[in-house]
């Protein structure tokens, strides 16, 4: 009996077995829950930072087979230890720190990064029962969080006693915080349906799937967030060929490797907030006797979240910087103020009592309102103000007879 | 409620211990032999000039100025969001002309050029 209630929830059982044994050991109740926390936090962190090493290998194997490649495959079957010889490699590297570098944002920006992605993980409803807190703010607490890592950036580009680092990361900046505006108001939709902030709420709410209810909310979350992470399409942050690397050229060593961490973590932990905000998170069928199925919805969910994530970087080519600022400011943010409002209206005059007729509705004019920006961008693209070209003759240079030939070298 | 808050001060500890645990050993494993040369701000390869902290384009600050209007004013529709589905068509409308007016204060940073990179 035991073992099968297990193998249904192994968390809560887990927890369960905790707290009876510290109670046998007559630890005080408020003690055993600050325990378990403890407990609960740090396996949660841990789990999340193991799990960025798979998926080190897995984007380094699938972006490989996007670009033709065979990806890692020699250390071990399939190249899977490939990341853990990263990691001894990482780990026996010099840190080298700057002439002049100011140390506390310097040495605070890579631990700062990572903590900013690791902290996402403390609200994310693995399944109905295992989630590491229920935080009635759950969707505040994400954008929140998101500006650590913004913090992290700006201390790394100030740090760094170096003038490209400061100039990129005031670009990186620049993007991140413009992209926080239409992900911010994007998210209003789906608290708007679910009435409640916390993801798990939102996850329970779903009857319907969100992304359905509102395929473009989702699609600019999706856009804002892959920006947000300063992946391609909106690699500007750490364009390699343009701005030397990046905010992070003068760290060096694991220091250095924090940044791709916290970056592939990100990219995963997108996944995760598409699938709970938009696909269900953990709904599926039986999970509700069987629980820990959840954890297998929501990561295959997830996943293909990801996987499109992936796909993007590897197909895409990258932004410019002011074309990236005007798909911010000019399309994305007018989009979701006006989605917002249409949503708001349209959901309150239809009838909600036919769940199915007002999710039609509200597909329905999801599309027509993606269809109609689609034309204005297409009308706006072909009477774009373009400078007239006039061709006026330059001088560029002279030739005076004269001069040449008092030049020494330039005899005839 | 909260021990709720209490878990989330708990795990932006761990968050932050976890990472910085790794740095430490990193530092511990790895070598140590600075120099003079090394140590040099790398500038593509050419010796830095000057102060780093400069003055810079006014433009970011600009950016920054909308963001945080538009991020505060978003941030006030969210209580509005949880008690939508309570809500009469009265409230829908007053938080209709509330987005209606961050537009216009789109359209007006728009038409000003506050948005304009270059």
């Keep these: 009996m035991g073992f099968i209630q297990f193998l249904i929830d192994p968390v809560t059982f887990i927890a369960r077995w905790l707290q009876m044994l510290l109670a046998g050991w007559g630890v005080p109740a408020g003690w055993t829950q600050f325990i378990l926390f403890v407990l609960g936090a740090g396996a949660l962190g841990t789990g999340a930072l193991m799990f960025t090493i798979a998926l080190i290998w897995f984007e380094r194997k699938l972006i490989g087979r996007f670009q033709d490649r065979f990806g890692p495959n020699r250390v071990g079957p399939w190249g899977i230890f490939q990341p853990f010889a990263d990691m001894g490699k990482i780990f026996t590297k010099e840190y080298i720190t700057p002439d002049g570098a100011d140390p506390v944002p310097f040495y605070l920006a890579p631990i700062l990064v990572v903590m900013s992605v690791v902290s996402l993980w403390a609200v994310i409803p693995f399944t109905l029962t295992v989630v590491g807190v229920e935080l009635n703010v759950g969707v505040l607490y994400i954008i929140g969080i998101g500006g650590i890592g913004e913090l992290a950036i700006i201390f790394a580009g100030w740090g760094s006693n170096n003038k490209y680092a400061m100039l990129a990361a005031f670009r990186a900046l620049a993007q991140l915080i413009s992209y926080e505006v239409p992900m911010v108001i994007a998210l209003l939709v789906p608290v708007m349906f679910a009435g409640k902030m916390g993801l798990n709420d939102i996850a329970r709410a779903q009857d319907i799937w969100y992304i359905v209810l509102c395929p473009l909310a989702a699609l600019i979350f999706f856009i804002t967030s892959t920006a947000e992470n300063g992946r391609t399409p909106f690699d500007l942050l750490e364009a390699d060929s343009e701005l030397v690397a990046g905010f992070n050229i003068e760290y060096s060593g694991l220091r250095f490797g924090f940044y791709y961490v916290a970056d592939f973590l990100h990219a995963f932990t997108i996944g995760l907030l598409f699938a709970i905000l938009f696909l269900g998170g953990w709904r599926g069928p039986f999970v509700e006797q069987v629980p820990v199925l959840g954890v297998f919805y929501l990561f295959a969910k997830a996943g293909i979240v990801y996987f499109i994530g992936n796909w993007m970087r590897a197909s895409l080519p990258r932004f410019r910087i002011d074309q990236m600022m005007d798909i911010n400011w000019k399309i994305l943010t007018p989009t979701a103020l006006v989605l917002v409002m249409l949503t708001a209206v349209v959901d309150k005059l239809i009838a909600s009592e036919l769940l199915y007729l007002q999710a039609a509705v509200l597909f329905v004019l999801n599309v027509v309102l993606l269809v109609v920006i689609g034309k204005v961008i297409d009308w706006y693209w072909a009477h774009r103000p373009r400078p007239k070209v006039v061709a006026t003759p330059r001088p560029v240079a002279r030739y005076e007879r004269s001069s040449a030939q008092s030049h020494p070298g330039a005899g005839q | ?118």
């Design chain 2, 1 to 118: 409620m909260l021990s709720d808050w209490l878990y989330v001060g708990i795990f932006l500890v761990i968050a932050t211990f976890l990472p910085f645990v790794a740095i430490t050993l990193a530092g511990i494993l790895g070598p140590k032999k600075p120099n003079r040369l090394k140590s040099t701000i790398y500038e593509c390869g050419i010796e830095t000039v000057g102060e780093t902290w400069v003055q810079f384009r006014a433009q970011y600050y600009i950016f920054a100025l909308v963001f945080v209007v538009f991020d505060v004013e978003t941030v006030l529709l969210y209580p509005w969001a949880v008690a939508y589905n309570q809500l009469g068509l009265f409230a829908v409308a007053e938080a209709v002309l509330f987005v209606l007016i961050l537009f216009a204060a789109l359209v007006y940073a728009w038409r000003k050029g506050a948005l304009r990179w270059f």
